[in-house]
């Protein structure tokens, strides 16, 4: 399975942000999908997920953060409004068989897409 994350780059506080995450090579439907960001000198935080059955949204973005996807053409998005200086990052799209959307472990994710750049700007 291969992930491809993109959409990131930099805007302003207050801003939005709408990442895309393409799967190719596995069947999309029956993957849990999730959102990690990784700020400098931090560890990898959960952001959201989506199952077949359930959505989750962390507790740092929940109200702002919204995750979809769309099974027709194997991708996931994560749409990113107010978005603050504290949400800078480099954002991982993650795919597993076996997670549940609830699981906010990186550890739990067996596929990794290569991450793409958010800067807000204060």
């Known amino acids: 399975v291969q992930l491809q994350a993109s959409g990131g780059g930099l805007v302003q506080a207050g801003g939005s942000l709408r990442l895309s995450c393409a799967v190719s090579?596995?069947?999309?439907?029956?993957?849990?999908m999730g959102w990690f960001r990784q700020a400098p000198g931090k560890e990898r935080e959960f952001v959201a997920a989506?199952?077949?059955?359930?959505?989750v949204i962390g507790d740092l973005v929940k109200g702002r953060f919204t995750i979809s996807r769309d099974s027709a053409k194997n991708t996931m998005y994560l749409q990113m409004n107010s978005l603050e200086p504290e949400d800078t990052g480099v954002y991982y799209c993650?795919?597993?068989?076996?997670?549940?959307?609830?699981?906010?472990?990186?550890?739990?994710?067996?596929?990794w897409g290569q991450g793409t750049l958010v800067t807000v700007s204060s």
């Open positions: 993650a795919a597993d068989l076996f997670a549940m959307a609830r699981e906010s472990q990186a550890l739990k994710y067996d596929y």
């Open positions: 090579g596995g069947t999309f439907s029956r993957y849990t």
């Open positions: 989506i199952s077949a059955s359930a959505i």
